[in-house]
């Protein structure tokens, strides 16, 4: 089926490799596109002359971008003028010289107390902790000399780095954030855990096993390499095949356009609520985050609660499709999908439910839908899903101007983003738990761990197409547009004021991606009826979040249309703790928000008469793209 995408795609190819006329022509062409009113048609604008300062740009584009295949995407620039913000007030600050040297002096007395008693065998006092999350001591090797000794030794030394990097007076926020997250680095990269000689574990499986522990780690590293360099998957994640073990929830392909395909389910109740849900996730991802394996996926978890269920499958996009904008993802995602299902299920509202960018793109979506009366939506839910991004976390710490500037460039010569600059960066913000533990235990213990369905998951990324990801970076992230009322659609601003149906909002606690207080924001942006659930986990394991799953809990609470909004902090002494899943929480939501009379669950998924027959089974083609 062709989709309203394809009569355009033809203009958006990406230019010869080496072509620089060809380069010239494509930046000028964007910056005439860039001229247009948002509410001119079409976007693709005929043939200008060449802008007199085009081939300037363009060289300044190719420098930076070939700059960042040796610094890893991160801009020197950026980091430099962090480091010389923060040293030029330190040296300038004599009272907070004055303060680091004399808890330089406390650390000092505090370790040879530690040490005099550790060698004394007496008590100490209490020794340092580490910071919450933080288990690289916690094995009981690590109480006992020497290894206590370098264990409190870091930790002091660390606690002392924390000050010497924040509250600087005069320094800038930002410029402070990154030298704190920048040694933080450096100190980790430093730890007696990552060292053989010093690791106490490592030690001891090294005698256990006469040091095959390295042979076997040099084995399990080189296989590592060797997949990466042949673009395969890590090891076992071929044992979790989409369709065959993960995303086997049966349906059908009931329409697919050049951007996604739309997957509805087959029921398995006799009836089903009339209103269905529409999931819409992020592009950044694999659907199938949403329906791993049976016992976890929360697609089969509302089909199996008497929903009629629909979820977009994003295509992988590739250098052609550098010029798609976040509005094709509007129009040709969330927009085409609900005409979709309106006209599979019509004269019924949709329960829409959006997950990390999918979110934000959701609320996009239903405020301009807002502004012009199109009331098809039922409710709004926002999974891990942030609208404002003046806290956004310590993503913000890769975009700012500068750096914006050089991740835009390295897109620009690809067309895309790549999916192992994304991974790179999600593991600076987690090196202890997703860089440095993981090499200990495969390369210096020799021992793997095992695969599953969402560490698979995990390495079956996708890209990002230029236009897309710097609209996003530029208007969301350094902008805050959507916060703000700017942010345009169609000619009209994108406020979220015009939401005015009920919103379910899941934040989770340990989110290093979408923060629970910046999630926790839309509460000051809407007065509709909201409800509000914290989940315990981080971005993906507080999502997939399956009842009877051990050690699981959330706080729920409801603020009333027209209510006085809380703090985040007054909203967790107030919200409603509860162990288990938010899932049962939210199927209840979903209930109380639909129409009491239950309707025959359709014989067939799609509609043919309407023009949407089934295309192929789920779960589709495009989450096999890679």
Not at 94 to 111: D, H, I, N, S, T
Not at 444 to 470: C, F, K, Q, S, V
Request: hydrophobic content about 40%; aromatic content about 10%; some cysteine.
């Amino acid at each position: 089926m062709a989709g309203p995408y394809q009569a355009g795609k033809a203009g958006n190819r990406t230019p010869p490799d080496g072509c620089i006329f060809s380069l010239i022509t494509e930046e000028n062409r964007m910056n005439q596109q860039d001229r247009i009113p948002a509410h001119s048609a079409p976007r693709i604008a005929p043939a200008e002359p060449i802008a007199e300062d085009a081939s300037f740009r363009i060289a300044d584009r190719i420098w930076s971008a070939q700059r960042g295949r040796f610094t890893g995407g991160m801009s020197p620039a950026a980091l430099a003028l962090s480091f010389i913000d923060w040293s030029v007030h330190l040296a300038n600050a004599p009272g907070k010289q004055m303060e680091l040297a004399v808890k330089a002096g406390e650390a000092a007395r505090r370790f040879a107390t530690y040490a005099l008693g550790a060698a004394e065998n007496r008590d100490t006092g209490s020794p340092v902790e580490a910071a919450p999350g933080d288990d690289r001591f916690d094995a009981d090797e690590w109480g006992k000399p020497p290894f206590n000794l370098w264990a409190q030794g870091f930790l002091l030394g660390q606690q002392w780095w924390r000050e010497v990097t924040t509250s600087v007076p005069g320094v800038t926020p930002h410029h402070e954030d990154v030298v704190s997250f920048t040694v933080r680095q450096i100190l980790d990269t430093v730890s007696p855990s990552n060292n053989p000689l010093t690791n106490p574990e490592v030690i001891g499986k090294t005698v256990t096993t006469a040091g095959m522990n390295f042979v076997q780690g040099f084995n399990n590293w080189l296989e590592d390499v060797t997949r990466l360099a042949d673009g395969r998957l890590p090891v076992g994640a071929e044992e979790f095949v989409v369709g065959r073990d993960v995303a086997v929830t049966p349906g059908k392909v009931v329409f697919r356009n050049d951007l996604i395909e739309l997957i509805q389910y087959t029921p398995t109740t006799e009836t089903v609520r009339s209103e269905p849900v529409l999931i819409v996730p992020a592009w950044i991802m694999k659907y199938y985050i949403l329906d791993l394996s049976p016992h976890n996926s929360l697609i089969r978890y509302l089909v199996d609660r008497g929903h009629t269920v629909f979820c977009v499958s994003w295509r992988n996009p590739t250098a052609e499709d550098r010029n798609l904008g976040i509005d094709d993802y509007r129009r040709l995602g969330i927009m085409a999908a609900v005409d979709a299902v309106s006209a599979i299920s019509p004269g019924h509202r949709i329960h829409a439910a959006g997950y990390c960018l999918g979110g934000t793109l959701l609320s996009i979506a239903a405020a301009s839908m807002g502004c012009r009366g199109d009331d098809r939506l039922a409710s709004v839910t926002l999974l891990a899903a942030q609208t404002d991004f003046s806290e956004p976390g310590e993503l913000a710490l890769f975009i700012d101007h500068s750096q914006m500037h050089f991740l835009e460039s390295m897109m620009w010569t690809r067309g895309y983003l790549s999916a192992d600059q994304m991974a790179g960066a999600f593991q600076l913000l987690r090196t202890n738990d997703l860089v440095w533990s993981r090499r200990i235990r495969e390369y210096l213990m020799g021992e793997r761990t095992p695969m599953i369905d969402l560490m698979a998951w995990n390495a079956d990324a996708t890209r990002m197409p230029y236009r897309m990801h710097a609209e996003y970076l530029q208007k969301l992230y350094l902008d805050n547009e959507l916060a703000a009322g700017r942010f345009m659609v169609e000619g009209r601003p994108a406020a979220l004021q015009n939401i005015r149906v009920p919103l379910f909002v899941v934040g989770a606690e340990r989110d290093h991606v979408a923060p629970w207080r910046s999630v926790y924001k839309v509460h000051y942006l809407t007065g509709s009826e909201m409800t509000f659930a914290l989940a315990s986990g981080g971005h993906n394991a507080g999502i997939i979040s399956e009842p009877g799953r051990a050690n699981r809990r959330y706080r729920v609470a409801v603020k009333r249309a027209g209510a006085p909004c809380r703090t985040p902090e007054q909203w967790v002494e107030q919200a409603t703790p509860r162990e288990g899943s938010w899932w049962e929480a939210w199927a209840d939501w979903l209930a109380t928000h639909s129409s009491v009379d239950p309707v025959p669950a359709p014989l067939v998924p799609g509609a043919p008469e309407q023009g949407y027959p089934a295309l192929a089974d789920a779960p589709g083609t495009y989450v096999h793209q890679r």
